[in-house]
C-alpha cells in the first residue's frame, strides 16, 4: 500500500515535468540543432526527475572531457533510470542507439527522433547493421559521443546479461571513439522492467577509464566485448 502510494505521488509530479521537458526540447529542436540545447536543459532536468521520484543522485569517477572524445558510453541496463542518470551526469551532448520500440512511445518517442537518436531492431540482424552503419555519422562526421546498452534491453533479474557484439563492430569499424566503461547502480531497485511501481533510494553513475581505439585496435570484437564487460562489472560492486 505504501509502495502504491509512492509509486503514485512520483508519477503525480515526474509526468508533467517529463512532458514540459520533452515539449521544451522539439520546440527547439526545429530551432536550433539539440546539440545547442543539451546543456543544460538534459542535465538538469534529468537530476529534476530524479530528484521528483525521491531519488538521491551521485556520480562516481571521472567524465572523460569532450575534447578528447568522441566516445561511447556503454553502461549495464537496468531500468528506465537509466536515461536521466546518464543525461544527470554528462555535461555534454550525447547522441544515442536505442531500442525502435521507445520510438513508438507517445511524445518521448517523437522527442527522439528529433533529438536526431538511432532506432534499432532486436529482431533482425540485416536491419541492425544497416542502423549501425548509418549512426557511424554521430561519430566519424559529426564527432559527437553517444550512448549504446551492450546488452540491448532492460535486465529482468537484476544481473548484467550478454553483451551482444554489434557495438563492438560498430567500434572497431570506425576506429575513432573510446569506449567509456559506465556502471549504472541503484536503478533496478529504484524501477523494475515491467513494473510501475517506484522505490525510494539512491542511483550512482560510475564512470570508467576510457579503453582508447590504440588500446583495442589489436583485439579481436570478442576480446573487446569481454574487456568492456569486465570493466563495467568492476564498476558495480
Given at each position: 500500500m505504501i509502495k502504491t502510494l509512492i509509486s503514485a505521488i512520483v508519477?503525480?509530479?515526474?509526468?508533467?515535468?517529463?512532458?514540459?521537458?520533452?515539449?521544451?526540447?522539439?520546440?527547439?529542436?526545429?530551432?536550433?540543432?539539440?546539440?545547442n540545447l543539451y546543456y543544460p536543459l538534459i542535465p538538469l532536468s534529468s537530476r529534476l526527475l530524479m530528484l521528483v521520484s525521491f531519488q538521491w543522485f551521485s556520480v562516481k569517477g571521472?567524465?572523460?572531457?569532450?575534447?578528447?572524445?568522441?566516445?561511447?558510453?556503454?553502461?549495464?541496463?537496468?531500468?528506465?533510470?537509466?536515461?536521466?542518470?546518464?543525461?544527470?551526469?554528462?555535461?555534454?551532448?550525447?547522441?544515442?542507439?536505442?531500442?525502435?520500440?521507445i520510438f513508438k512511445w507517445?511524445?518521448?518517442?517523437?522527442?527522439?527522433?528529433?533529438?536526431?537518436?538511432?532506432?534499432?531492431?532486436?529482431?533482425?540482424?540485416?536491419?541492425?547493421?544497416?542502423?549501425?552503419?548509418?549512426?557511424?555519422?554521430?561519430?566519424?562526421?559529426?564527432?559527437?559521443s553517444m550512448l549504446f546498452s551492450p546488452e540491448g534491453q532492460r535486465t529482468l533479474t537484476g544481473e548484467m546479461g550478454e553483451f551482444k557484439k554489434g557495438g563492438f563492430h560498430f567500434a572497431k569499424s570506425t576506429n575513432v571513439a573510446s569506449i567509456v566503461p559506465v556502471g549504472l547502480i541503484g536503478a533496478y531497485r529504484a524501477n523494475v522492467r515491467n513494473s510501475w511501481i517506484v522505490n525510494p533510494g539512491k542511483l550512482t553513475t560510475v564512470f570508467?577509464?576510457?579503453?582508447?581505439?590504440?588500446?583495442?585496435k589489436d583485439l579481436t570484437v570478442e576480446e573487446l566485448r569481454d574487456l568492456t564487460k569486465k570493466r563495467v562489472s568492476e564498476l558495480l560492486v
Open positions: 508519477f503525480f509530479l515526474f509526468l508533467p515535468l517529463f512532458g514540459l521537458v520533452m515539449i521544451i526540447g522539439i520546440i527547439f529542436s526545429y530551432i536550433t540543432h539539440s546539440r571521472q567524465v572523460p572531457k569532450k575534447e578528447n572524445g568522441p566516445y561511447i558510453f556503454m553502461f549495464n541496463h537496468e531500468s528506465m533510470f537509466d536515461v536521466f542518470m546518464l543525461g544527470g551526469s554528462i555535461p555534454y551532448y550525447v547522441n544515442a542507439i536505442g531500442w525502435e520500440g507517445p511524445l518521448f518517442g517523437f522527442f527522439a527522433r528529433r533529438y536526431g537518436a538511432y532506432a534499432i531492431t532486436h529482431d533482425n540482424t540485416d536491419k541492425a547493421r544497416e542502423t549501425l552503419k548509418a549512426a557511424e555519422k554521430i561519430l566519424v562526421q559529426d564527432g559527437d570508467g577509464e576510457p579503453i582508447t581505439p590504440e588500446d583495442y
